[in-house]
Each structure stands twice: as structure tokens, then as C-alpha cells.
């Protein structure tokens, strides 16, 4: 069974950058039917859309975030990890990492299709 | 504000019928799949409907999906109780080199 397991500091300093990890066990990260994304949640607001990353390094974000955002991935520990930098409190949130199916009409296409979600773990920007 | 949008707050007594609008354009609703989560209290959400009208394994046949044009809707039958949560529309757009949006999401009460 898929496990994603989002790993990175609870507190991060106004101006200094956000970086998380998400640690895949129970699929491969390099499947070539899927692309491995970011979704976070402000406290009690709605979700956002960070971005996705397929295994060979291709990525998609949100415009208003690209400025800021890194996605990579690491194949060989079967990892992806976002770096967000000049953090403001803006930037508090769940941070979910997520698997997203990307299969349709036997093609890989970028689409919100999240089949699996990470527990999510809370960053806060604050000094 | 959210690209797609929801209405706030939807309501509805055990057993009735419910639908959640999702309202979104040309760049992303009316060309793209919509998608459709759940998110009970405190937790991750879940995938309740895909390409518009499909559910995943072990999603109960009570919800339903559907799009016409720029708009999208959940529909929830057999109201129970355990159906209250937060439920968020998504579809991709292709503007801005494409990108994910998500609705600001529908809190369902059931009461």
C-alpha cells in the first residue's frame, strides 16, 4: 500500500525558505503513471496548489508561487522535496505531498487527479 | 478568491438529496476533467469523483458527478451523517504555461 510521509522543520523564519520532503514507500517514484505533487492548506481556508514533479524531473507550479518554488525529486531514495524561499506568514499551512495520477486516454497529461495524500504536517512562518 | 467557484455552505437532512456547484470558464472546467475531494475534520482529503463523473474503488455509488459547459456539480443522495465535511472541486488550467485550481471548497452540514 502507498505511504507518503512529508518530513521538514514546523517552523520556519520570516524571509528564510520553507523545505519539506516526501518520503515514498509502497510504489516507486519513478512510475511512468504518475506525477508527485504539493498541496497545501492555510489554517481554516480552502486548498492551493503548489505543484507537481513527474520522475524525470519535469515540473508544473502555480504562477503565483514560481517565483519562490523548487520541486525536485531524488529517484534513488524514492523522494521529492519543495523549497519555497522568502517565506512570509502568507506561507503558513498543511503542507500535503501527494501522489497524482496522470493516465488519461492512455497518455500522461498534468491534471488534479491526487489518488493518494500524505498526512499533511503543519508549517508555520513566524519569528 | 478561487479560480472555480463553490458556494460556501450547503445543507441537507439525512436521507435527501444534495448537489455542490462548481463554477469555473473556458480555460479550465469546459476543456479539462473536473475532479471532485472530500475532507472530513482533521484530515487529508480523498478523491471522490475523477473525470468528471467516475468514482474510485470504494467510493459509494451515492455520489455522483457531472459538467455541462463551464460548470460542474456533485451530487450526494441518501444524505447521512457521516457525509459532513468540506468538498473541494478541481480542474486543470491552461493558462499561465497550465496550472491546478481548486474551488474554495463547500462546507456540507447535515442536519
Known amino acids: 500500500q502507498l505511504q507518503l510521509q512529508e518530513s521538514g522543520p514546523g517552523l520556519v523564519k520570516p524571509s528564510e525558505t520553507l523545505s519539506l520532503t516526501c518520503s515514498v514507500s509502497?510504489?516507486?517514484?519513478?512510475?511512468?503513471?504518475?506525477?508527485w505533487g504539493w498541496i497545501r492548506q492555510p489554517p481554516g481556508k480552502g486548498l492551493e496548489w503548489i505543484g507537481n514533479?513527474?520522475?524525470?524531473?519535469?515540473?508544473y507550479s502555480n504562477p503565483s508561487l514560481r517565483s519562490r518554488l523548487t520541486i525536485s525529486v531524488d529517484t534513488s531514495k524514492n523522494q521529492f522535496s519543495l523549497k519555497l524561499n522568502s517565506v512570509t506568514a502568507a506561507d503558513t499551512a498543511v503542507y500535503y505531498c501527494?501522489?497524482?495520477?496522470?493516465?488519461?486516454?492512455?497518455?500522461?497529461?498534468?491534471?488534479?487527479?491526487?489518488?493518494?495524500w500524505g498526512q499533511g504536517t503543519l508549517v508555520t512562518v513566524s519569528s | 478568491q478561487s479560480v472555480l467557484t463553490q458556494p460556501p455552505s450547503a445543507s441537507g437532512t439525512p436521507g435527501q438529496r444534495v448537489t455542490i456547484s462548481c463554477s469555473g470558464s473556458s480555460s479550465n472546467i469546459a476543456n479539462n476533467y473536473v475532479y471532485w475531494y472530500q475532507q472530513l475534520p482533521g484530515t487529508a482529503p480523498k478523491l471522490l469523483i475523477y473525470w468528471n463523473n467516475q468514482r474510485p474503488s470504494g467510493v459509494p455509488d451515492r455520489f455522483s458527478g457531472s459538467k455541462s459547459g463551464t460548470s460542474a456539480s456533485l451530487a450526494i443522495s441518501g444524505l447521512r451523517s457521516e457525509d459532513e465535511a468540506d468538498y473541494y472541486c478541481?480542474?486543470?488550467?491552461?493558462?499561465?504555461?497550465?496550472?491546478?485550481?481548486f474551488g474554495g471548497g463547500t462546507q456540507l452540514t447535515v442536519l
Open positions: 514533479i513527474y520522475y524525470s524531473g519535469s515540473t
Open positions: 509502497g510504489g516507486s517514484i519513478s512510475s511512468t503513471s504518475y506525477n
Open positions: 478541481a480542474a486543470w488550467d491552461d493558462t499561465l504555461s497550465g496550472h491546478a485550481v
Open positions: 501527494a501522489r497524482v495520477s496522470c493516465m488519461v486516454r492512455g497518455v500522461c497529461a498534468q491534471t488534479p487527479n491526487i489518488d493518494s
